[in-house]
């Protein structure tokens, strides 16, 4: 069974410009996470979808945040403008339901400059 | 507010005895609670989790342990292996394995 996949794997902006990051998760899995990894803390969630719908945005900086589950499949977190904070990892998660384990995908690490 | 702590930013263990992990959390709320491991360039794995309702967990090499009371769980491994060397994070919840909240984590190494 493939994995959760993750695209960019690294990522290297200026500050104010944008940029995106795409998941795909393991085939069948109806939930998806995005979390946030600040270097030396936890993964922190960002958002959550139930399908194609949002589930919990709550933590999400919805100013210069924005994610996307078009289909209900693959999804697209985007940041616009990017400020040097944002420097992270970002990983997706994807799970069969929403109390089901959740299963991580490698991460997009991001550098802000 | 950092609702899961993990105080220890890292444990240096000898290959062969038992490594002991602690977390500790203040939401009462919490009523599943998680460890993950993560190797470098990876995303998180689930490792082995526990309910509320019990104290004690145990999957092979691995056993969770959990005090209500005290708001505090640890991750025993024994023995230590040198493929366990990684980080870990502890992660709670309100609602099963969704909406972790995860703590700092905590760099076990192995020594030969």
């Known amino acids: 069974e493939a994995g959760v996949a993750q695209s960019p794997r690294y990522k290297i902006i200026e500050k104010r410009q944008s940029v995106a990051f795409w998941c795909n998760p393991i085939s069948g899995h109806a939930t998806l996470y995005w979390y946030q990894q600040i270097l030396g803390q936890g993964p922190k969630l960002l958002i959550q979808f139930q399908n194609n719908g949002v589930v919990d945005d709550s933590q999400l900086p919805k100013d210069r945040f924005s994610a996307e589950r078009l289909k209900g499949v693959d999804s697209t977190l985007k940041i616009q403008p990017a400020k040097l904070e944002d420097s992270a990892v970002y990983l997706c998660?994807?799970?069969?339901?929403?109390?089901?384990?959740?299963?991580f995908g490698p991460g997009t690490r991001l550098t802000v400059t | 507010d950092q609702q899961v702590k993990q105080n220890s930013p890292s444990l240096s263990v000898q290959e062969g005895r038992i490594s002991i992990l602690n977390c500790d959390y203040t939401?009462?709320?919490?009523?599943?609670f998680l460890w993950y491991k993560k190797y470098p360039a990876e995303g998180p794995t689930f490792l082995i989790s526990i309910s509320s309702i019990k104290d004690k967990n145990e999957d092979g090499r691995f056993t969770v342990f959990l005090n209500k009371s005290a708001k505090h769980l640890s991750l025993h491994i024994v023995p230590s292996q040198p493929g366990d060397s990684a980080v870990y994070f502890c992660?709670?919840?309100?609602?099963?394995?969704?909406?972790?909240?995860f703590g700092q984590g905590t760099r076990l190494t192995i020594n030969p």
């Open positions: 998660a994807s799970s069969l339901a929403p109390s089901d384990e959740q299963y």
């Open positions: 939401n009462s709320m919490f009523d599943y």
């Open positions: 992660a709670a919840s309100v609602q099963g394995a969704q909406k972790l909240v």
